[in-house]
């Protein structure tokens, strides 16, 4: 019997993962999983570049708007979702498409999630103080110095996250990341990796064309609309916390563009360091490649 397939599509954002995506969902007749901790959010539209309404009518998406942003989401709930959804539609297809560019979700899905120690509830609340007498800067800093490897490649405005991760490492000792690549869990189907990349300059153009156009599309809108929610981690997020100095009249807009597109590169390139330490992974050029290429 020929085994069921789920083909993982990794790259930084705006490299070009869904237009492919869908190609190749076309190709082999198959559905996608978005692999993306913002797209999944019914809220969050322009600043998490979902796939457009035409690009969505044209293969059938998951994990796409299917949570709020008052539900707690992250790897384990994704990885949950991500494998019932698999079984299901491996009922109706031989292949499925994963997309997205949240590399612990995929790493949850391909190998699943080790248990984290339980953290006492008087180093988190000592933290939590912290952070609300010191401030943002402070976690950076403290994450920054005391486990580099996780501030490489963490979002590195999210506090939720940041906390958490200072949290594991102040009970244990040991960095976030020791508890999320120990034993890795077989998957009762194949996997196929495939990277997509481009030249550093021409990305980092593409993500500042990007902004803009999210700006001309009604980003600021959106934003003013959700900023009754701004302390939810979910807006705790590139592209949305650039926002609150402005509405608070601390800033311009033209200053919130640029920070967005600046923390936009900044996260593009902590995707690429963590992707490219993944094994198997296919690399391809993004603007050459097509479905011929890939190794079915």
């Known amino acids: 019997m020929i085994p069921k397939k789920v083909y993982i599509i990794v790259g930084p954002t705006a490299v070009g993962k869904t237009t492919f995506a869908i190609s190749l969902a076309q190709h082999l007749n198959a559905e996608i999983i978005s692999a993306d901790a913002r797209q999944c959010y019914q809220e969050l539209n322009i600043g998490v570049a979902r796939p457009t309404k035409h690009e969505l009518s044209l293969v059938p998406h998951h994990f796409i708007a299917s949570h709020s942003i008052h539900e707690m989401v992250n790897a384990a709930v994704f990885e949950s979702y991500a494998l019932a959804k698999v079984n299901e539609l491996f009922k109706k297809y031989d292949s499925v498409v994963m997309v997205g560019g949240t590399g612990l979700y995929i790493k949850a899905f391909c190998e699943g999630l080790d248990a984290i120690p339980t953290i006492d509830a008087s180093v988190r609340e000592s933290i939590q103080k912290k952070y609300s007498l010191l401030g943002l800067e402070w976690l950076q800093k403290e994450?920054?110095?005391?486990?580099?490897?996780?501030?490489?490649?963490?979002?590195?405005?999210?506090?939720?996250?940041?906390?958490?991760?200072?949290?594991?490492?102040?009970?244990?000792?040991?960095?976030?990341?020791?508890?999320?690549?120990?034993?890795?869990?077989?998957?009762?189907?194949?996997?196929?990796?495939?990277?997509?990349?481009?030249?550093?300059?021409?990305l980092y153009e593409r993500i500042n064309q990007r902004v803009e156009k999210m700006v001309s599309d009604g980003l600021e809108d959106e934003m003013k609309n959700l900023f009754p929610y701004k302390d939810l981690n979910a807006l705790q997020t590139v592209g949305y916390h650039e926002w609150l100095p402005y509405f608070e009249k601390k800033s311009s807009i033209n200053e919130v563009v640029k920070n967005i597109q600046q923390n936009t590169r900044h996260y593009a390139k902590r995707q690429m360091t963590w992707f490219q330490k993944v094994d198997q992974i296919q690399w391809y050029e993004a603007l050459t490649v097509s479905t011929t290429q890939i190794n079915f």
């Open 143 to 202: 994450l920054a110095q005391k486990d580099p490897l996780f501030w490489e490649q963490c979002e590195q405005q999210n506090p939720q996250r940041l906390m958490r991760a200072l949290e594991v490492l102040s009970a244990t000792g040991n960095s976030i990341l020791t508890f999320q690549q120990q034993n890795k869990k077989n998957r009762p189907f194949d996997m196929v990796k495939i990277g997509l990349q481009m030249p550093r300059d021409l």
